[in-house]
């Protein structure tokens, strides 16, 4: 099974900076590297798939970027609404794994 | 717009078996090329995929959980449903369905809010 990881587990930052998220995948999976927004207590929300293709109605200040084992989820500019957690899922092969995300937190 | 919510119990006693129903609306399970799958995240932990089924009707699951899992649909409704057996404290989390997008890319584009089901006696 392939195991993610994504660092760091959680970081403080203020509105307006530039913040970057990796996730590193165990074996290389090309480009098949999924990115998703979860707020408490709501659905998941889709950001970027197949490692740097936007999700249909996600700002541009979200980015992805990478391929084969390491990747980067970059939001360019922290907006109020973006405190919350990220994580990755391969999409190489079945069982597809998760990355235990990343709390993006007020500094 | 396609939404999808879960239900069932929020409490299950160990040894027994945890039976939860997704409901979808705007979308047909059995329409297209989607396919239909349970998530969980324990407290903490990363999700962890449990499995799904095809709008054709195949399933295909995650080989951690054995032979314990079952999914299973009825068209009628519109609802797909997940069944594991033989829970124990280790199945607590928070249990999500979400629909998939592409066999290729298998990215969830709509997901559940998540219900709450905890294994204690």
């Known amino acids: 099974d392939i195991q993610m990881t994504q660092s760091p587990s959680s970081l403080s930052a203020s509105i307006g900076d530039r913040v970057t998220i990796t996730c590193r995948a165990s074996k290389n999976i090309r480009t098949f590297l999924n990115w998703y927004q979860q707020r408490p207590g709501t659905a998941p929300k889709p950001l970027i798939h197949?490692?740097?293709n936007l999700q249909s109605g996600v700002p541009s200040r979200f980015s992805g970027g990478g391929s084969g084992t390491d990747f980067t989820l970059t939001i360019s500019s922290l907006q109020p609404e973006d405190f919350a957690t990220y994580f990755c899922q391969q999409s190489f092969s079945s069982p597809y794994s998760f990355g235990q995300g990343t709390k993006v937190e007020i500094k | 717009q396609v939404q999808l919510q879960e239900s069932g119990p929020g409490l299950v006693k160990p040894s027994q078996t945890l039976s939860l129903t997704c409901t979808v609306s705007?979308?047909?399970?059995?329409?297209?090329?989607?396919?239909w799958s349970w998530l969980r995240q324990p407290a903490g932990k990363a999700m962890e995929w449990i499995g799904h089924?095809?709008?054709?009707?195949?399933?295909s699951f995650n080989p951690s959980l054995g032979s314990r899992v079952t999914i299973s649909r009825d068209t009628s409704q519109n609802h797909f449903s997940l069944k594991l057996t033989s829970v124990t404290a280790a199945d607590t989390a928070v249990y999500f369905c979400a629909r998939v997008f592409g066999a290729v890319t298998y990215r969830l584009d709509v997901w559940g809010r998540g219900t709450l089901v905890t294994v204690s006696s």
């Open positions: 705007g979308d047909s399970i059995t329409f297209g090329s989607y396919y």
């Open positions: 197949s490692a740097s």
């Open positions: 089924i095809y709008s054709g009707g195949s399933t």
